[in-house]
């Protein structure tokens, strides 16, 4: 299984990486140098921005937090930005990255409330995203005219995302304990039943609290869903910056609309290892369906690359102190044997 998922890391970077290739190349290099030389010094906004992001993440993370309110929200956004890390790091994205946070975390919180936080954070942020995802399709309908197959197309998506935001609802509001139900059909199947009587009580406990969470904070629940839609118009708002300090006349639906393509490819494609030409293809084919030159999309994605790869090399600072710990027993264990 470990050396499957190494094989689909490996290809899905390789895949990455030669997708990324060929937009340099097809676009020209030159180009997208000279375009993201007139960034300039404007890179250093573009990691205020980026660290804007950031901190509203930490924000609603910290809100989801019940029992410990001690822990201040400079440690959380140090534990944050080293989760990411390994999200943007790895092809296991979000699986890998909040695992770390929760690992992290539980150093400073119990256990079960560095889970909860991490796992209700997540799924907020993720409504949050189908939300954005939602209004940049119905504003893209009314912003060009779409030929009637892809106006179907539109429609059969709109109804994918509505979809997607009614059926969580409907399961925490009956309290549909879905994991609970699958653990019960494995076990009359009579599968796995050592590894479930180990971890059966923990999982069910889990379920559980996270839908005490989300069915007892009403108001919670709205403050950090509403702080996280407003991390996706910071996205809108870097995305405008690059491109209007790159050259390209935009405005700011133009943005918005090449910011929403981009969290769509993020969450298809959150396998690949740094979203290594996923970012650029992206946003080239939005700016060129929006009638600009694909050129500015593969620069802004390269600037942005640029921006996450400086945050993923500070959350793997960050995450030194965490790890030299382990190490050092392990040297010292492989010592005294």
């Not at 709205?222 to 809108?236: A, E, M, P, Q, R």
Request: some cysteine; overall charge positive; charged content about 15%.
């Amino acid at each position: 299984m470990k050396r499957a998922s190494s094989y689909l890391g490996m290809l899905s970077a390789l895949l990455g990486f030669s997708l990324l290739m060929w937009l340099l190349t097809r676009t020209g290099f030159n180009t997208i140098i000279n375009q993201i030389r007139l960034l300039g010094l404007g890179f250093f906004f573009l990691l205020l921005f980026s660290g804007a992001r950031y901190t509203l993440r930490t924000i609603t993370w910290r809100l989801c937090v019940k029992s410990n309110r001690s822990v201040s929200l400079l440690r959380l956004f140090r534990i944050m930005l080293v989760g990411e890390a390994f999200n943007d790091m790895s092809f296991a994205g979000p699986v890998l990255g909040d695992s770390v946070r929760v690992w992290v975390a539980s150093k400073h919180l119990s256990t079960e409330d560095s889970a909860t936080s991490v796992t209700a954070e997540r799924l907020i942020y993720s409504f949050s995203v189908v939300l954005f995802l939602l209004g940049g399709v119905v504003l893209l309908l009314l912003r060009i005219t779409v030929p009637g197959r892809a106006r179907l197309v539109t429609s059969g998506l709109i109804f994918g995302l509505l979809l997607a935001l009614l059926v969580p609802y409907l399961i925490i509001r009956r309290r549909c304990l879905i994991v609970g139900k699958v653990l019960d059909s494995l076990k009359g199947l009579g599968i796995g039943l050592a590894l479930l009587q180990r971890y059966e009580q923990r999982i069910r406990a889990f379920e559980t609290s996270i839908h005490d969470f989300f069915s007892g904070q009403k108001t919670l629940f709205l403050t950090v869903l509403s702080i996280n839609i407003v991390t996706h118009f910071v996205g809108v708002g870097e995305a405008y910056f690059i491109l209007k300090a790159t050259g390209t006349p935009v405005s700011v639906l133009t943005a918005f609309l090449v910011e929403s393509a981009n969290r769509a490819a993020q969450m298809l494609c959150t396998f690949v290892p740094f979203g290594l030409g996923v970012e650029e293809g992206t946003a080239g084919a939005a700016l060129h369906a929006l009638g600009y030159g694909a050129s500015a999309g593969v620069a802004l994605g390269i600037i942005r690359k640029i921006r996450t790869l400086f945050w993923i090399a500070v959350g793997l600072l960050l995450a030194t102190p965490y790890a030299l710990p382990k190490l050092a027993k392990q040297e010292i264990w492989e010592g005294s044997a």
